[in-house]
């Protein structure tokens, strides 16, 4: 962390490399000025090497759904501030299914886990890297924390990519 003050006028950086779940590597990059009324931020991530069950606590949590498949590479930049937020993401996966949980948790709604999947491209329809493209659009939840501001715009990029056209 750089220039973690609320009495500075010059951005506060802050980087994180970790490993998501305890698997899969990442970078996470974040920077704002606290003096900024706005609260205007930048971040971005490089994710790799996630089998997408490993997060599914998290995703069945947060969003009703089980996945299946690998990420083998995510990059995302999201520019925002306490209002809202646009960015890009940019993906090479494979074998990407969802199953969509009943409202209980307890079981899968096959119905629409096959309707998701009928949408969902598995990775295959890649440009000529591997890659297929997303953008984020997000409106920020006021009464929830930035963390939560984040996941959204994950989520967001994540749906763009993987069920809009793919390309950039």
Not at 19 to 40: E, V, Y
Not at 123 to 133: H, I
């Amino acid at each position: 962390m750089n220039n973690v003050s609320n009495t500075n006028t010059e951005k506060t950086d802050i980087k994180v490399q970790a490993k998501l779940m305890g698997k899969a590597p990442i970078l996470f990059n974040w920077d704002f000025n606290t003096k900024d009324a706005a609260d205007s931020f930048n971040a971005s991530a490089v994710l790799t090497d996630l089998e997408a069950e490993t997060i599914n606590p998290f995703l069945e949590s947060q969003a009703n759904v089980r996945a299946l498949g690998r990420i083998h590479e995510m990059y995302f930049t999201i520019h925002g501030n306490n209002f809202k937020s646009t960015g890009d993401m940019k993906m090479k996966y494979e074998d990407f299914k969802f199953s969509i949980l009943d409202e209980d948790q307890l079981g899968i709604n096959k119905t629409l886990s096959a309707l998701v999947n009928i949408l969902t491209n598995d990775g295959s329809k890649t440009d000529a890297n591997g890659y297929r493209y997303g953008d984020i659009a997000v409106e920020r939840d006021r009464t929830k924390s930035f963390f939560n501001y984040l996941w959204l715009n994950t989520k967001d990029g994540l749906k763009n990519t993987v069920v809009g056209n793919g390309k950039k």
